[in-house]
């Protein structure tokens, strides 16, 4: 019998306001939003993405970001994030009062260009750029690595690309790190391999991993990491969202289905789960259709039983 020692609990940041609403055509308004991240708070989530500082013409959706800041309550113990994709939305997410920001960029040459319209090695310059920037303006800095396990267009990315980028975003003073499977490629042997590495290079640093479930193996990805010291995780509700640079890349995995199998597994989360659900089911609702997540349609059912 293999022991693993798994931790007694973990982060999770509900990134739902941000990589799940991106995806949608139909743009929520700014009091929708907020009525959600109070949801999610009554839930007790106490880390949101709640927006991206991005260019409104590639994202109607977070056009409102500006607005939507200005609008939350704040909470003891609750923290408030976005994602900007270069200086600008540093300075945006600062302007806005944000005290954490996510400055993401790609592994991938070809998903950089298409995401952020510059190559890999622009974007690795710019990045030093905002870091510097994040510092001097007081935020909190978790710098990502998209496609950190593979991409669509060119395949699996070399670890030791990924090594370099960590060790280059750690030279110039980030705060947290993310690795993020943006086109769901990821595999328990390469979480292993590259998050054993991260967590190696980050020594105390605290080590986000974003995982989607595009080839079904989000959960089986989750728990790989948690066998090997992962603990801070990022999610969406309803297993919303996906790139919508990257051709096939469904959603992400659903809040609930992860927090369900950690509270079974006996690792404490502080989130609600069915209050979570609760948000899942009320958003199939408001966009007409169907979230790929599991755990909040079974919830909703009176002729099963649900062993939490």
Do not use: W
């Amino acid at each position: 019998m293999i022991t693993v020692n798994y931790p007694r609990s973990v982060v999770i940041e509900e990134q739902g306001l941000r990589d799940g609403l991106q995806n949608e055509a139909s743009v929520v308004p700014t009091a929708k939003k907020l009525e959600i991240i109070n949801a999610l708070v009554d839930a007790g989530v106490q880390k949101i993405q709640v927006t991206s500082f991005v260019n409104p013409q590639k994202i109607p959706q977070m056009a409102d970001a500006e607005d939507l800041c200005a609008g939350l309550k704040q909470h003891d113990g609750v923290v408030y994030s976005a994602l900007a994709l270069n200086p600008k939305g540093i300075q945006r997410a600062a302007r806005a009062g944000l005290s954490h920001v996510t400055a993401s960029i790609s592994a991938s040459n070809t998903h950089s260009q298409r995401n952020a319209g510059m190559t890999l090695i622009q974007a690795r310059r710019q990045l030093s750029e905002m870091a510097a920037m994040a510092k001097n303006s007081g935020l909190t800095l978790r710098a990502g690595i998209q496609c950190a396990f593979g991409c669509r267009h060119e395949g699996r990315i070399d670890p030791d690309t990924i090594a370099d980028m960590l060790k280059e975003q750690l030279d110039q003073g980030i705060d947290e790190i993310e690795l993020a499977d943006t086109t769901g490629m990821a595999d328990p042997h390469a979480i292993h391999k590259i998050c054993g590495s991260a967590l190696d290079l980050a020594a105390d640093m605290p080590v986000y991993l974003h995982l989607h479930d595009t080839e079904g193996k989000g959960l089986a990805n989750a728990l790989a990491a948690l066998q090997i010291g992962i603990t801070h995780f990022e999610s969406t509700f309803g297993g919303m969202g996906g790139c919508p640079f990257v051709k096939g890349a469904s959603g992400n995995v659903a809040t609930e289905d992860l927090v369900f199998m950690l509270k079974q597994m006996g690792i404490e989360t502080g989130i609600d789960v069915s209050k979570i659900a609760a948000v899942s089911r009320s958003l199939e609702d408001y966009f007409d259709k169907r979230f790929s997540g599991k755990m909040h349609h079974l919830m909703n059912r009176d002729d099963i039983k649900i062993v939490g």
